[in-house]
């Protein structure tokens, strides 16, 4: 610390030298007791604390810049992980971008045979309905036919009727028993 002098009017060449000896006056008086229990503490808590603080600022300093390095570190991990990450997901972007364009694949097909299902059935449909219809065009014309000319079994049993009256015409009495076959067949 710098000595600060008293600067007054009437100054003598001697009050500078004096102050200075003052202080140096004060300091022969205190270094017996430097050399006392006391002192020594004192002393020693002085060095002590000379000591820590050196180290003391030096670690603050380190650990200032080891938290920065780490923080920069950390940023460079996580730029490192993002990077790693990405790499590691464009393998499952690239199936995922795959399986996307089979389902829409598989859904335009789907669609086109869902189509052609609805097209085939709209034609089924259609083709039960002429059938249906034509049976019906049957079932009319058979109702017509079977009321002017009667059922099948009826005409059958008319032509067997015929054919026993044609044949007893035709052999007369005394052959008649032969024409009784067709009453075995008129009769199954």
Same mark, same amino acid.
């Given at each position: 610390?710098?000595?600060?002098?008293?600067?007054?009017?009437?100054?003598?060449?001697?009050?500078?030298?004096?102050?200075?000896?003052s202080h140096s006056c004060v300091v022969f008086l205190l270094l017996p007791q430097f050399f006392s229990k006391r002192g020594r503490q004192a002393l020693m808590?002085?060095?002590?604390?000379?000591?820590?603080?050196?180290?003391?600022?030096?670690?603050?300093?380190?650990?200032?810049?080891?938290?920065?390095?780490?923080?920069?570190?950390?940023?460079?991990?996580?730029?490192?992980?993002?990077?790693? +990450?990405?790499? !590691? #997901?464009?393998?499952?972007?690239? *199936?995922?971008?795959?399986?996307? =364009?089979? $389902?829409?694949? %598989? &859904?335009?097909? +789907?669609?086109? !045979? #869902?189509?052609?299902?609805?097209? *085939?059935?709209?034609?089924?449909? =259609?083709? $039960?309905?002429? %059938? &249906?219809?034509?049976?019906?065009?049957?079932?009319?014309?058979?109702?017509?036919?079977?009321?002017?000319?009667? =059922?099948?079994?009826?005409?059958?049993?008319?032509?067997?009727?015929?054919?026993?009256?044609?044949?007893?015409?035709?052999?007369?009495?005394?052959?008649?028993?032969?024409?009784?076959?067709?009453?075995?067949?008129?009769?199954?």
């Amino acid at each position: 610390s710098a000595i600060v002098y008293k600067v007054s009017s009437t100054l003598r060449p001697c009050d500078n030298l004096l102050c200075v000896c003052s202080h140096s006056c004060v300091v022969f008086l205190l270094l017996p007791q430097f050399f006392s229990k006391r002192g020594r503490q004192a002393l020693m808590a002085y060095a002590f604390i000379l000591a820590i603080t050196g180290p003391a600022k030096n670690t603050l300093q380190n650990m200032g810049i080891l938290s920065q390095s780490l923080a920069c570190g950390q940023e460079q991990l996580k730029s490192a992980v993002r990077q790693v +990450v990405e790499a !590691i #997901k464009k393998p499952f972007y690239a *199936i995922r971008d795959a399986i996307r =364009t089979v $389902v829409k694949s %598989i &859904k335009v097909i +789907v669609k086109k !045979i #869902k189509d052609v299902l609805l097209r *085939i059935k709209r034609i089924v449909l =259609t083709i $039960v309905r002429v %059938i &249906k219809a034509a049976f019906q065009f049957l079932g009319k014309i058979l109702n017509i036919c079977n009321k002017e000319l009667g =059922t099948p079994f009826q005409r059958c049993m008319r032509v067997f009727e015929e054919a026993i009256l044609d044949c007893n015409a035709k052999l007369g009495p005394l052959f008649s028993w032969l024409c009784s076959i067709t009453y075995l067949v008129q009769s199954v």
